[in-house]
């Protein structure tokens, strides 16, 4: 049994999870960035209680939170979706409670859940990628999570793999999450109906994954075009951590993957023409099973592996 919370720019989200990877109860609550720190610190500890009431004997709870923290001090170094810097998140915490608190970077969790129970099961290294209005990273390498002396590794959607027509938030241009993400997809369909390209993506005010997907699923040309390009640099980025890594698994999960198998066979194919060691042994390639749970139940899970 354990206590997992997802900390997110919109919803603090936490869960009692039993020892096989089920969420047995939840909570949520807004997060509401302009309270500042000592109100978003009040809610997450008056989470903590609440559910610890509800459960038996759990002596530490794991937090995804969506930034970067120090691998060694686990000082919360940089989460702008709050406007935090530099905070100390885990003793204030932990001084408020009497359990111990370990934090995560929130696409970390993600992977952790899928590593622990769902897609990852039985892996012992796996990569997973997370498509979604950016694109989040979690590495995790013969059992030990992967996250750098500073805390900045797994930025997978920071790999830059091409030049692009705008740049990354980041400030860098090239990055996957340009090529990749859902933001990534509207933009370049933006640009080519600019340019006259023909497509029914034209008649909706606003676009989104599963428009698209529909609308590829139709043979419109724009929106297949937009897709393979999409699956092209995300093969191109796969095949790069492939080199450097050779995990048994990869997983995809975020919100385009509820494409499925459309997803999957066009990333497939993508995936083949940039492989090293085409004729050797091949990384598998699925789809994440664990849907938005999966940073919660990551979290929770956090204390089998320090
Ligand atoms: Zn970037």
Redesign the pocket.
């Known amino acids: 049994m354990g206590i997992g919370i997802d900390l997110g720019g919109t919803a603090i989200k936490g869960g009692i999870v039993s020892d096989d990877g089920k969420i047995i109860q939840t909570l949520e609550y807004a997060t509401i960035p302009e309270s500042g720190y000592e109100n978003i610190l009040l809610t997450i500890s008056r989470m903590i209680n609440e559910l610890r009431e509800r459960s038996e004997s759990v002596s530490e709870v794991g937090i995804g939170i969506p930034g970067v923290i120090d691998a060694h001090s686990q000082m919360i170094l940089s989460c702008p979706n709050l406007g935090w810097k530099n905070k100390n998140f885990k003793s204030d915490l932990e001084n408020k409670l009497s359990v111990k608190v370990n934090l995560i970077n929130d696409a970390t969790a993600a992977a952790m859940g899928e590593y622990a129970y769902g897609s990852g099961l039985g892996a012992s290294s796996m990569i997973m990628l997370t498509l979604g209005t950016g694109i989040g990273g979690g590495i995790i390498l013969n059992d030990q999570i992967i996250s750098g002396t500073h805390g900045v590794a797994s ?1 997978i ?2 790999m ?1 793999v091409g030049e692009n027509f705008y740049d ?5 241009n090239g ?4 090529f990749s993400s859902v933001t990534a997809l509207k933009k370049y369909i933006d640009l080519q109906l600019q340019n006259g390209i023909p497509s029914n993506l034209a008649q909706y005010d606003m676009i989104n994954g599963a428009i698209i997907f529909d609308e590829a699923r139709n043979n419109d040309q724009l929106a297949l075009e937009a897709l393979d390009r999409m699956c092209r640099y995300l093969g191109l980025a796969i095949s790069n951590l492939n080199d450097i890594l050779d995990p048994d698994i990869f997983v995809i999960g975020g919100g385009l993957s509820a494409a499925g198998e459309f997803l999957l066979n066009k990333l497939i194919g993508s995936l083949q023409r940039f492989l090293t060691y085409k004729d050797l042994a091949q990384p598998q390639l699925v789809l994440a099973s664990l849907g938005n749970d999966a940073g919660l139940i990551g979290a929770a899970c956090l204390k089998n592996y320090h």
């Not at 990055?175 to 340009?178: A, P, S, Y």
């Open positions: 930025e959607g920071h830059i990354c938030a980041c400030g860098k990055c996957l999450e340009t």
